[in-house]
């Protein structure tokens, strides 16, 4: 079974604190994604990496950074957390395939509050 | 730029009725579209996915979604709901990686 793991399922931040948020696949897939949840939003993409080092922004990308120096793991980082930034953290992996979307794994997500 | 609808928020059905959730999408040509399944406290699960070739697709757990060029539209359907299928359903579509806002089954005993 293909396994996305989150470093953790809860974080509780302060205001201004860096945030890291670690996503582990191990499925020697090409693409990871990271995206946040909310309600009555559904998913939105924050940054996708298609390949070690590349990355792509999303359509919120604002207020995060990423880095990818392996492939099996994805880090999504808030520089300044801020409390509009609490929210669920989904990470996916997918292969590479026919188009850049293919099947996507999930990872539990992680719920972030920023107080 | 592709975007995808799901107009109903929240649904509730009876076990062992049938269900369809709509999803309804807008893109030039003919989209990847997948529909997933989230349950409580768990990550996103694939249920099925259309690329091309029959218009009606078979999945997991019972499931079939139906794809209609003619109405931009990819519903997912079930004859008969389990209790197990309570859950927040949300379809995309590829290539852009949009996912609809989400639909919340609620299953009544």
């Known amino acids: 079974d293909v396994k996305v793991t989150q470093s953790s399922r809860y974080l509780v931040k302060r205001t201004g604190e860096k945030v890291f948020l670690e996503c582990v696949q191990d499925m020697d897939h090409e693409n990871m994604f990271w995206y946040r949840q909310d309600p009555g939003l559904g998913l939105r993409l924050i940054y996708f990496?298609?390949?070690?080092?590349?990355?792509e922004k999303g359509d919120i990308p604002e207020g995060y950074s990423v880095s990818r120096e392996k492939k099996e793991r994805f880090s999504l980082i808030l520089e300044s957390a801020s409390t509009n930034q609490t929210s669920m953290y989904l990470c996916a992996s997918s292969p590479l395939g026919e188009g850049r979307l293919n099947e996507q794994f999930f990872g539990p997500g992680t719920r972030l509050t920023v107080l | 730029a592709q975007s995808v609808t799901q107009p109903d928020i929240h649904i509730t059905v009876s076990e062992g009725a049938s269900l369809e959730l709509r999803c309804n999408y807008s893109y030039g040509a003919t989209p990847y579209l997948f529909w997933y399944v989230q349950s409580p406290g768990q990550g996103l699960q694939l249920l099925l996915k259309?690329?091309?070739?029959?218009?009606l697709v078979q999945g997991i757990k019972g499931f079939e979604a139906e794809f209609k060029r003619s109405q931009s539209s990819f519903n997912l359907r079930k004859p008969s709901v389990h209790w197990s299928d309570a859950a927040e359903y949300f379809c995309a579509v590829g290539d852009d990686m949009r996912f609809g806002a989400g639909t919340r089954l609620t299953v009544k005993p």
């Open positions: 990496s298609y390949d070690v080092k590349m990355k």
């Open positions: 259309y690329f091309s070739g029959d218009t």
